[in-house]
């Protein structure tokens, strides 16, 4: 069989290759992917037509095409090396760099936009941060492949846009020799089936959004998250009286209304912050809060009620310090350390960690002011 440098009816082109086998990318250049093919080889080392994948031009370099299957917990993996001359194997190296450095600076801008939001709009809601940091870097992946796009490979031999690899593995099956392979030179695929004599299938267009465009959206909401946990502190609301009370964040920028002898929480933006307490639309008292990042805090009007540490051990663990620490009495606003429940009971069991045989929880709890008892 021969692979002269006119196989197929394709006319020799002028160019710098020896043979005339392409141009440089001009006019005619397409940069979108065409339909591709797929070929059943009778094993994962079967020859290969020996020509470029991509352009049909004289082979240089290969490059490897794997597929991964998984049964069980066993991975089995099968590679062949695919013949490219050096321009194409040069291209696709390029359009892979260009888009993993397009999905850093989409990932980089997602990671600015909670910064930016909480200037701009200090008490926004967390489901609007992590709903809207994935549209940006959506947004900034697309705005970057429309400024920098990836330089197309002329196609007048079948040459695929250059921005990816011309010719992937397809998964398989364990235990059977035949591998399928997929490719967008169509001429190179006819090639390949006419030396297996197997039946090249086309199989539509090849998408054209790259993992990417999936998972740097991904990658930003998930970094999002503990972003903008860290920009708040976690407040929670003592009301001890007998009354409603209504807590007015720096001046209606947020409000919680409390029931009698109640608690709630919100997570506020760290810094400080003034919290007046209102009864029946007046203010009758004010709280200084300075609000830590990844911080706990509570917030108690007049500062009469009394607040107290309690510990307890669970399983094997022993406590080392006095189980029940009080909080200085007279105080409207407590910071809170090491402290895993505020104004709720101990759970009744926890998990542990492989090898651990116990563990230690400390909760912050109203008290009664003369025995210590705990009140909630």
Not at 129 to 150: C, D, I, M, R, S
Not at 267 to 272: I, K, M
Not at 307 to 335: E, F, I, K, N
Request: charged share 15%; with cysteine; aromatic share 10%.
């Amino acid at each position: 069989m021969s692979f002269g440098n006119n196989v197929g009816g394709f006319p020799p082109q002028p160019g710098p290759f020896a043979g005339g086998y392409r141009t440089p990318a001009g006019p005619g250049a397409v940069g979108a992917e065409e339909t591709w093919f797929e070929a059943e080889v009778p094993f994962a080392g079967a020859p290969l037509p020996p020509r470029c994948a991509c352009c049909f031009g004289p082979v240089e370099i290969h490059r490897t095409a794997s597929a991964t299957v998984t049964v069980g917990r066993t991975h089995y993996t099968r590679r062949m090396e695919i013949p490219y001359c050096r321009a194409c194997e040069v291209a696709v190296k390029e359009g892979a760099r260009r888009g993993r450095l397009q999905g850093f600076l989409g990932l980089a801008v997602a990671a600015v936009f909670p910064l930016l939001l909480s200037l701009v709009w200090l008490y926004a809601p967390a489901a609007v941060t992590f709903v809207a940091t994935p549209v940006v870097a959506l947004g900034a992946l697309l705005l970057l492949a429309k400024l920098w796009p990836t330089a197309p490979i002329a196609r007048h031999r079948g040459a695929t846009s250059g921005a990816r690899d011309a010719v992937w593995m397809l998964p398989f099956h364990v235990g059977q020799n035949p591998t399928r392979l997929a490719g967008t030179n169509e001429h190179w695929m006819r090639q390949l089936g006419e030396m297996h004599r197997t039946v090249v299938t086309p199989r539509g267009r090849r998408r054209t959004l790259d993992a990417r465009y999936i998972v740097v959206p991904i990658v930003a909401t998930l970094l999002a998250i503990p972003m903008w946990f860290g920009l708040h502190g976690r407040v929670y609301f003592d009301n001890p009286t007998t009354s409603p009370l209504t807590f007015d964040i720096d001046h209606g920028l947020a409000q919680v209304t409390v029931a009698p002898n109640g608690h709630e929480d919100l997570y506020l933006p760290a810094g400080e912050a003034v919290i007046d307490v209102m009864f029946e639309g007046r203010a009758v008292d004010r709280i200084s809060a300075d609000i830590e990042h990844f911080g706990k805090h509570l917030a108690s009007p007049f500062g009469r009620a009394c607040y107290a540490t309690l510990s307890t051990a669970y399983g094997d663990a022993v406590l080392d310090g006095p189980r029940r620490q009080m909080a200085p009495a007279g105080q409207r606003w407590h910071t809170l350390h090491r402290v895993q429940s505020v104004l709720e009971p101990f759970p009744r069991s926890v998990s542990v960690g492989r090898g651990q045989r116990g563990a230690i929880r400390v909760r912050f709890t109203r008290v009664h002011c003369l025995t210590g008892a705990p009140m909630l």
